[in-house]
């Protein structure tokens, strides 16, 4: 099968097009033919060696949001059968190898794709899509009348946390640049704040439940914006030392996070979609050899919404 491959960690543009074995389902797993996959920010880090290679081997072939259609069952999985097309973030941290025509995986790391979703839509959701809500059900339990601050709204999480934030019934206060509000605004954010402009603890003090994208100093900032006794649900916790210790002094809570395989999840965001309720928007779609340009176009930080790589062909 083709498959994107890279010899050594270093810059995006070491990854390659290559022919390797295809994979075959051991007992209780599938094998995917992969239609579409989406590129993510942990992509380009891991790319260059700067997370998670501590679990993963070279040659790697990078990824972890597939979309694609079941084409054989391992013995004693009953999930799924040969043609339903499914999708999921399979074995995340560890390889799962989603930049490839095919990938096996536990049946469990999967749900159904929605009718109301196409393959390449479908690609964009997993892994930024379960982060969202991941952070916002599963760690900070949000729900109506919750004053929930959202940094980087506009991106891949962000734009996903913002909705999924509103059809729980929350107040949402998200962080974007300017050119990127009315995007934010029409997916349902109460209030939208430009960060390059504003520091956002001037403006924003009561919130319940902060859902950081950034680490660092930025994260240390933001605790500043709960109320006594909030929490704030940082993806880039490994990278804000101090963060205890500082939402301590506060009187506030912090956690660090980081995204699981969980067909429940997918089944919960598969549910808002068909409820028109979570929309999942793909900024660009780019054909599997540029890979290492979808790449770097997510290391800029700069895209709205999914970048997504197609890879097969398939009717809906």
């Not at 963060?243 to 301590?248: K, L, P, V, W």
């Not at 979570?278 to 930080?301: T, W, Y």
Request: aromatic share 6%; charged share 20%; with cysteine.
């Amino acid at each position: 099968m083709r498959a994107v491959v890279q010899q050594e960690w270093g810059d995006p543009e070491d990854m390659r097009l290559a022919e390797i074995d295809r994979p075959e389902p051991v007992f209780g797993e599938v094998l995917v033919k992969v239609v579409a996959a989406g590129v993510n920010p942990v992509d380009y880090y891991t790319a260059r060696g700067l997370a998670y290679n501590s679990v993963l081997d070279l040659p790697f072939v990078n990824g972890w949001d597939v979309a694609g259609v079941v084409e054989q069952v391992g013995y004693g999985t009953t999930r799924f059968r040969p043609g339903d097309k499914v999708f999921g973030m399979p074995w995340f941290p560890r390889a799962a190898g989603a930049y490839a025509e095919y990938v096996t995986a536990p049946a469990r790391h999967f749900a159904p794709i929605p009718a109301e979703l196409s393959f390449t839509q479908a690609a964009a959701l997993p892994l930024a899509g379960l982060t969202a809500w991941q952070m916002l059900v599963d760690v900070a339990g949000a729900g109506p009348g919750d004053r929930v601050l959202i940094t980087a709204a506009a991106g891949g999480v962000g734009h996903l946390a913002v909705q999924i934030a509103k059809a729980r019934g929350a107040h949402v206060i998200a962080t974007a640049r300017a050119a990127k509000h009315a995007f934010v605004t029409a997916l349902g954010a109460d209030e939208v704040i430009d960060y390059t402009t504003t520091d956002i603890t001037t403006v924003v003090r009561d919130a319940d439940i902060v859902i950081q994208m950034f680490g660092g100093e930025a994260a240390l900032r933001a605790l500043e914006c709960l109320r006594p006794g909030g929490i704030l649900v940082n993806a880039q916790g490994a990278w804000s030392p101090g963060m205890s210790r500082r939402a301590a002094e506060l009187g506030v809570r912090a956690t660090a996070y980081l995204v699981e395989p969980d067909h429940t999840g997918l089944e919960a965001l598969a549910t808002l979609v068909r409820d028109s309720a979570l929309r999942v928007h793909v900024d660009k779609e780019l054909p599997l050899q540029h890979a290492a340009a979808a790449n770097q176009l997510v290391g800029k930080g700069r895209t709205i919404g999914k970048l997504v790589l197609t890879i097969g062909e398939q009717e809906r």
